[in-house]
């Protein structure tokens, strides 16, 4: 289908595209690679009035090594974060995660950052950021991860708020995302990431709610010292999924616990 | 408000007023009379509509026309050179990797991108590297034998990989 008429508008610094934002007032939103935005306006799900297109701000696609930290900015291409040398050796978690966003095509345009705002509950980035305890830059302030998915396509944004950076810390121990899908490129019916770090584990979950969520009842279990597979049992603790033409909530919950278990010994290099 | 778009597609140069909501395939296919990227679906998923954005496989239905502002763009009728057919559409060709036809432009586009990335893929990497394309006639087998053919074709002349991301006749 053909998206519903729009004003358009180029912003080639931050400032500019959050004065564009104001200007365009509520109903206008950032363009960035356009993956999850186009095809929500094909269908005539969004109807933005105004579009601002980021993808001129230079600045905004860059991957810096800042201490423990690493910096990846909003406009950085999944196929940029997959193929970085500096992702590879600081958080290869992430550029695991960046191989198995969507397709080729998909890679080469969607981004960090919209991947993020558009806080799908099947996103894959925003699991990451919350397990981790990432930060969300903007233009205006540094949001805690754990602050920022608020619910379904829901974020702590403002209007005229534009994401700059995500900030993860550097951890390079034993990693796993297992990612339970149909078909390759499809999205996770259910995700689980898994990363030891500073002696301990951090496991996320993607798409078993309207948010990504942290299994706390499965690190504590591991940190007490139970097994991959006893610890796993808690990956389900607390979750209320909702049904969906390819899983419905008990087979979500089956699947966090299986893919916990998975997870947790492919990263230690079991199988 | 209409807007300016300047491109290069397959080597020529063309210029437009447009409106922001055209979606690039629909300019290749109204504006330019480029019939030959395709459309299969409305939800980005399909890859018929795959062509290259300054050397990057790209889906065409998802990108707004005025974002190829001053890019270089190649599609299926910037394979061909001088009448003889590109190694990948020869290879297509000769092992059979198509029936009905609809998918051949969007894989032979993503084909093109996967060898100037990866010259000797596995069959592993092809099947991953062309994920984003769907077929519903073939099986995808022989459409993974065209795409082996056509990177023995290429690595022994390399000169024909070359013409891939330039474009132009
Ligand atoms: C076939 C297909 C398969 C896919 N599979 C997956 C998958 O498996 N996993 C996955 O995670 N994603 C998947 N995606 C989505 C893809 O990763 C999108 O690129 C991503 O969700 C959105 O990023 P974008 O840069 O394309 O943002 P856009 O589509 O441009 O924007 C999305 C939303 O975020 C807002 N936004 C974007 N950037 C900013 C910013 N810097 N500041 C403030 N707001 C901003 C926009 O206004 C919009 O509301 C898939 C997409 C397709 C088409
Ligand atoms: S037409 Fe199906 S992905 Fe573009
Ligand atoms: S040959 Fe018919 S869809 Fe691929």
Known sequence: MIPAAFEYARASSVEEASKLLKKFGEDAKVLAGGHSLIPLMRLRLAQPAALIDINGIKELDHIKEDGQKLRVGALTRHVTIHNSAVVKAKLPLLAEIASEVGDNQVRNMGTMGGVIAHADAAGDYPTLALMLDADIVTNQRTIPARDFFKDLFTTALGPDEVVTEVVFPVANGPHKYVKFRRRLFDWAIVGVAAQKMNGGWRIGLTNVGPTPVRANAVEEALQKGAKAEEAAQHASDGLDPAGDLRASPEYKKHLARVLTKRAINQAEGHQ | ?169
């Open chain 2, 1 to 169: 408000m209409k807007h300016k778009v300047a491109t290069t597609v397959n080597g020529r140069q063309h210029e437009h007023e447009v409106e922001p909501r055209l979606l690039l395939v629909h300019y290749l296919r109204d504006n330019l009379g480029l019939t030959g990227t395709h459309i299969g679906c409305d939800t980005s998923q399909c890859g018929a509509c795959t062509i290259l954005v300054d050397g990057k496989a790209v889906k065409s239905c998802t990108m707004f026309a005025v974002q190829a502002e001053g890019r270089s763009l190649v599609t299926i009728e910037g394979m061909a050179k001088g009448g003889e057919l590109h190694p990948i559409q020869q290879a297509f060709w000769d092992e059979h990797g198509l029936q009905c036809g609809y998918c051949t432009p969007g894989f032979i586009m993503a084909a093109a991108y996967l060898l100037e990335q990866n010259p000797n893929p596995t069959e592993d990497e092809i099947r991953k590297g062309l994920e984003g394309n769907l077929c519903r006639c073939t099986g995808y087998v022989n459409i993974v034998k065209a795409v082996q053919s056509a990177a023995k074709t290429m690595s022994a002349t390399p000169a024909k990989k070359a013409t891939v991301t330039a474009g132009g006749n």
